[in-house]
């Protein structure tokens, strides 16, 4: 059974940065074809994040595309989303999925 657990969330200010963790437990992430974040925010719905693929390729959501980055270190089965020139819009749980599998989600505040 595919586990996920994020961490890294927290309080940064505008213009900031913060490096998001997905540790993979239940499987190898060089077994995955795909693996994604998500993000919600409060009284919104769910929002694709971005993905990377099982050759490495990644995709992003136009709005993130140029400050969010996403990789993976398959010796630690994890994925990482790299957050910079951080927004107040960005405000949100963010969430990685593997399949049907999700996390529990880590609380990302953009504020000064």
């Known amino acids: 059974q595919v586990q996920l657990v994020e961490s890294g969330g927290g309080l940064v200010q505008p213009g900031g940065s913060l490096r998001l963790s997905c540790a993979v437990s239940?499987?190898?992430?060089?077994?995955?074809?795909?693996m994604r974040w998500y993000r919600q925010a409060p009284g919104k719905e769910r929002e694709f994040v971005g993905v990377i693929t099982f050759s490495g390729a990644t995709n992003y959501a136009d709005s993130v595309k140029g400050r969010f980055t996403i990789s993976r270190d398959n010796a630690k089965n994890t994925m990482y989303l790299q957050m910079n020139n951080l927004k107040p819009e960005d405000t949100a749980v963010y969430i990685c999925?593997?399949?049907?599998?999700w996390g529990q989600g880590t609380q990302v505040t953009v504020s000064s």
């Open positions: 999925s593997v399949s049907s599998a």
């Open positions: 239940g499987t190898s992430v060089l077994s995955i074809n795909a």
